[in-house]
């Protein structure tokens, strides 16, 4: 029954919804016209859009129509049964297909077959199912004999009944895998391709036999009925185990459901003349605009993927070296090449972007199946956005949006050294680059296990499926026995970003032992290995990475992003090292120097005891003196890595147990500089202990009690500035009093810092040095009484590292006993260490930059938790109008990235600049 609409204004109303868009179960695509387009993804899944946009773009698709994401969940509404609707619809569809082709499903002498595939709104590669060959049955299989020939047709008829009986009977694949190995066997043949008619015939009936043996029924021979025990199947493999482990990683929420695609089945594996590939318009691992791909000649699709027999390159240029030897398709089939040519540079021009593409050779005539925007690589899509945007395919703003800020992570992590001695031991394919250091695991589970403990793995397999997603996740980088550049383990670690060498047939693995043999070495499982997915080169031990030179496209790239983005992007440093890192990297500042970590240096940190056990004033500024020099020369060499950058510099933060001695010796050691005895020192350092660590007796609390080590501190920067600033270098110092909750602690503080820099000052007359003071906010209170606080601080910045654990009650070691649970039960979207929530701590940050500026319009607002490097916490913060973030020395250009995105995605990038 229909539910009855509101009533609409007459002049609104719009004629009824007779083959509306909205309305359809069923999208048909053929012979240049389809009912929908690409950009009906959320109906048609990106397979289904995307054959509707090619058909309607004149490319030869097979027709065959798509059944939309919507029935999906109709059909597990009902209870896993596909509606008379449905049907009706599907069956009109596959008329139409009929006609086009000249074929009727399940006609004995001239059989139409279909393809039934699976196909969400983003992709999900291999995670559901696909059935091919559907409609063959024991009639139809002799009409395709004696239409095309025996062999074909019974190979085609077992690899249906094997299909078909996996993904919708559940038995198993092996069963059907050992049956077809014994007959090989038996026949003394080593290859599927020696095979001929007669025994994929006998082959089927043993299949048939195997079906009925496992399942108590006969293999359907009614089409219908196989067809929608097939639709049904992909639906149901919207939930099945992999594919939902495959969302929970990739963030795709299960509300999208799959659409089903059946399309007329094209045949590459009808003879010499026919062949299947796949290929992607530029090379995914490099970007290199260059044509690129494999194939293999008289096979289906699934022989590709599968690596089973090595494919062959798609033309010159596409060729590795071992695969000299190898005819190209180009030289095999000129005009099919010369035709796919035609189509990939059409197909990229249209979507205005890397295409991955599917095709199938039947008797010499090119069928497309599929386009999608291809998986690529971090350093592939940097170059493809910026030679796109060049080419004036996109725009700049489009390329710098184009590029994940999480992925660009990747590219600034090590390679190997050039220079570290390496023992190469094999060669694989290199199949996804950068370098990886690991322990050996054999199984994805263990891989899983292992680096949730902490331990760096590289997964190695014989090859990789579906299953293994989770242990390739976790790995550092995959290592594969078989397999070429486009089987499952090369394509998911591209879109990954992780090091995969594959195909390296030189190892040899064994899996109940648990070791592998790689030319006469033996390597256990738990053996470090390193391996070069740039070369494919796999070496024993461990060797040495380097961080790479990043110039071209990247930089070309981050110069459009600083263009676009308002958020300033500063580092956390504490090292002049890491501040030139840094800025090689594109920081404008340094965001958060800690002071601590200096004083743990081996020959300061005896000073630093002496300091904090003296047990009166002239003892503790005796060592403060030892310590002053010390300081200066740490602030110095930083304000000149920064040339007059902004630097801000924290004062004391951590509880003074963290620095004191356990071990007798270092405490005689200290007893005696100070003059004492042990006991003495000991029941000091006990009187010291935070009974939570993380609170009590620290930040700007010590600088209340021992205000003597904050006035060093302010001495040592503000001479520091000094002594660059008379060298002709700009200086900008700005002193950060760290965890204050009540403003009376900042207003006490500020007349300390201010006082002492007055008298810095007065000693280094006509200096032009003004440091600047100002405040963390990282206590729930003080951002709650933040328009108070204002008033003392001439900036605020965010220690949201602090701020989470308080405002959550956790700490970050904590938080792995439960979050996870939290996320999976949906409590929590993300861990809230890694990306703030808005409900929380970014309610807080919120109220702390709204209230702060209340007092002070000016103040400066910027954050220096690990959330400054989490694309997801930048936008954030574009969003509520900081001023900067400021993230490890690694992380700068991710921020930058994300920045700029921030700005773009709020429209308010300028200039408008077009590519060039
Ligand atoms: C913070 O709390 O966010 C912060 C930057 O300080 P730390 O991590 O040193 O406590
Ligand atoms: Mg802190």
Redesign the pocket.
């Known amino acids: 029954m229909k539910t009855r609409r509101p009533a609409k204004p007459a002049a609104k109303a719009r004629p009824a919804a007779r083959g509306s868009r909205a309305a359809r179960r069923v999208y048909f695509f053929g012979a240049g016209k389809a009912d929908g387009t690409a950009g009906m993804k959320d109906l048609l899944g990106g397979k289904g859009a995307n054959l509707a946009e090619m058909t309607n773009l004149g490319v030869p698709v097979p027709p065959g129509f798509t059944i939309s994401t919507a029935e999906c969940h109709e059909y597990t509404k009902a209870g896993g049964r596909i509606s008379a609707a449905l049907k009706k619809d599907a069956l009109a569809a596959l008329a139409k297909v009929e006609k086009l082709i000249g074929m009727t499903f399940g006609n004995a002498s001239n059989p139409l077959l279909v393809s039934v595939r699976s196909g969400a709104r983003a992709s999900m590669p291999g995670m559901m199912d696909t059935i091919l060959n559907l409609g063959l049955n024991q009639k139809t299989v002799k009409g395709l004999a004696a239409s095309a020939d025996g062999r074909f047709a019974y190979d085609s008829f077992r690899r249906f009944i094997q299909m078909y009986a996996d993904v919708v009977l559940n038995v198993p694949r092996e069963r059907f895998e050992s049956r077809l190995e014994a007959l090989k066997e038996a026949r003394g043949k080593h290859l599927d391709t020696e095979l001929g008619a007669d025994d994929w015939e006998q082959l089927v009936h043993e299949y048939l036999d195997l079906v009925l043996k496992e399942t108590g029924k006969a293999f359907p021979q009614d089409p219908h009925e196989q067809l929608w025990g097939a639709i049904g199947a992909v639906f149901r493999s919207w939930n099945n185990e992999r594919a939902i482990r495959y969302r929970r990683l990739n963030d795709i929420p299960e509300s999208w459901g799959t659409a089903v695609n059946v399309q007329a089945m094209v045949f590459g594996n009808m003879g010499d003349d026919c062949a299947t590939g796949v290929a992607f318009t530029r090379d995914p691992s490099t970007g290199e605009n260059t044509f690129y791909g494999e194939y293999l000649k008289n096979a289906q699709g699934e022989d590709v993927v599968a690596g089973i027999r090595t494919p062959q390159p798609i033309n010159k240029r596409a060729r590795r070296k071992d695969q000299a030897h190898l005819p190209t398709l180009e030289e095999e089939m000129p005009s099919a090449y010369r035709e796919l040519v035609r189509i990939y540079k059409g197909l990229e021009k249209h979507y205005r972007d890397m295409q991955d593409i599917e095709f199938t050779i039947q008797r010499g005539k090119l069928w497309m199946l599929q386009t999608r925007n291809g998986k690529r690589t971090v350093r592939a899509a940097v170059k493809i956005a910026v030679d796109m945007a060049r080419e004036r395919l996109i725009t700049r703003e489009q390329a710098v949006q184009r590029v994940d800020p999480r992925a660009l992570d990747q590219l600034l992590h090590p390679t190997l050294d050039p220079r570290a001695v390496k023992k190469v031991v094999a060669r694989g394919l290199p199949a996804s680059p950068g370098a990886a250091v690991g322990n050996v695991v054999f199984n994805a589970d263990e891989a899983e296990a292992r680096a949730k403990a902490g331990e760096k793995v590289i997964l190695v397999r014989i090859e990789t499926s579906p299953e293994d997603i989770h242990g390739m996740h976790a790995a550092e980088g995959i290592l594969t026995a078989r397999g070429g550049m486009t089987s499952h383990a090369a394509v998911v670690a591209r879109g990954m970003g992780k090091c995969c060498v594959a195909g390296c047939g030189q190892i040899l693995i064994d899996y109940a032992k648990g070791e592998m043999r790689i030319e006469g070495h033996v390597v256990a499982a738990g053996d470090p290995i390193t391996i070069d997915g740039s070369t494919g080169e796999v070496m024993l031990g461990s060797v040495p990475t380097v961080t790479p030179e990043l110039g071209g496209e990247f930089s070309e790239l981050m110069k459009w992003a600083d263009q676009f983005r308002k958020l300033r992007v500063r580092t956390?440093a504490d090292t002049p090292n890491d501040a030139k890192i840094a800025r090689q990297f594109g920081a404008e500042g340094i965001g958060?120097c800690?002071t601590?970590h200096m004083f743990f240096e081996p020959n300061r940190i005896l000073a630093v005891r002496e300091m904090i056990l003296a047990s009166d004033l002239p003892k503790r500024r005796r060592a403060l003196d030892k310590l002053l020099p010390m300081q200066r020369g740490d602030f110095t060499e930083i304000f000149r890595a920064m040339e007059g950058l902004p630097v801000t510099i924290?004062l004391l933060?951590?509880p003074l147990h963290e620095f004191l001695p356990h071990e007798d010796d270092e405490i005689r050691e200290v007893a005696a500089n100070l003059g004492t005895n042990a006991a003495e020192v000991r029941a000091k350092i006990d009187s010291l202990k935070e009974f939570n660590p993380m609170l009590g007796h620290r930040g700007c609390r010590l600088g209340i009690t021992f205000p003597e080590i904050y006035a060093m501190q302010v001495r040592a920067i503000v001479e520091a500035a000094c002594e660059v600033a008379q060298s002709g270098v700009r200086v900008q110092p700005e002193i950060m009093v760290?965890?204050v909750a009540h403003v009376g602690e900042l207003s006490r503080l500020r007349k300390l810092i201010e006082d002492e820099i007055a008298g810095v000052l007065a000693e280094h007359k006509g200096v032009k040095v003004k440091p600047t003071i100002g405040t963390?906010i990282?206590v729930p209170r003080a951002a709650l009484v933040a328009e108070a606080i204002a008033r003392y601080a001439d900036f605020f910045?965010?220690?949201?590292?602090?701020?989470?654990?308080m405002t959550y009650a956790l700490s970050r070691d904590d938080a792995g006993k439960f979050l996870s649970y939290y996320q999976e039960s949906g409590i929590l979207e993300d861990d809230p260490f890694v990306s703030i929530d808005e409900e929380g701590v970014g309610a807080l940050i919120r109220i702390g930059v709204e209230n702060g500026r209340k007092t002070r319009r000016d103040l400066k607002v910027g954050?220096?938790?690990?959330?400054g490097g989490d694309p997801k916490s930048v936008k954030f913060c574009a969003r509520v109008g900081l001023d900067y973030v400021s993230c490890s020395p690694y992380r700068v250009p991710v921020a930058r990235l994300a920045a700029a995105q921030a700005a773009l995605e709020a429209g308010a990038a300028k200039p408008k600049v077009r590519g060039r």
Do not use: V
């Not at 910045?797 to 654990?805: A, E, I, K, V």
């Not at 954050?863 to 959330?867: L, N, Q, R």
């Open positions: 956390n958060l800690r601590e924290r933060d951590p760290p965890l963390m990282e910045s965010f220690g949201t590292n602090d701020l989470t654990q954050i220096c938790g690990e959330h």
